[in-house]
């Protein structure tokens, strides 16, 4: 599966962007999806996971309540609507995807990344 990843950019604190990953290439509702970060000279970190339907989801402590994941397996998108962002969000932001019905929370789950999507967030 091809992943595409958009929606990123630079927004003062407090403000809200809306993340996009558009999948290809293979049945999107085959595939467990989740949202990681990496901020400059930091490891990868998980942000965000959702099953296949969508009925299931689970958050970094760090976002709970002010990020939400969702997905549209008609649209073969996922997306990551994130409010009250705070500069510490500031990171490169991927989408990935698991080929399981069930969510994963670590890097080497995901077998499939997007091309990561920039969000800055200024104080």
């Known amino acids: 599966v091809q992943l595409q990843a958009s929606g990123g950019g630079l927004v003062q604190a407090g403000g809200s962007l809306r993340l996009s990953c558009a999948a290809s290439?293979?049945?999107?509702?085959?595939?467990?999806m989740g949202w990681f970060r990496q901020a400059a000279g930091k490891e990868r970190v998980f942000v965000a996971a959702?099953?296949?339907?969508?009925?299931?989801?689970t958050y970094a402590d760090s976002v709970r309540g002010r990020f939400t994941i969702s997905r549209d397996n008609a649209k073969n998108t996922v997306y990551l609507q994130m409010n009250s962002l705070k500069p510490e969000d500031t990171a490169v932001y991927y989408c990935?995807?698991?080929?399981?019905?069930?969510?994963?929370?670590?890097?080497?789950?995901?077998?499939?990344w997007g091309q990561g999507t920039q969000v800055t967030v200024s104080s």
């Open positions: 959702i099953s296949w339907s969508g009925g299931y989801t």
């Open positions: 990935a995807a698991r080929a399981d019905l069930r969510v994963g929370l670590s890097r080497n789950e995901y077998a499939y």
């Open positions: 290439g293979r049945t999107f509702s085959d595939y467990a």
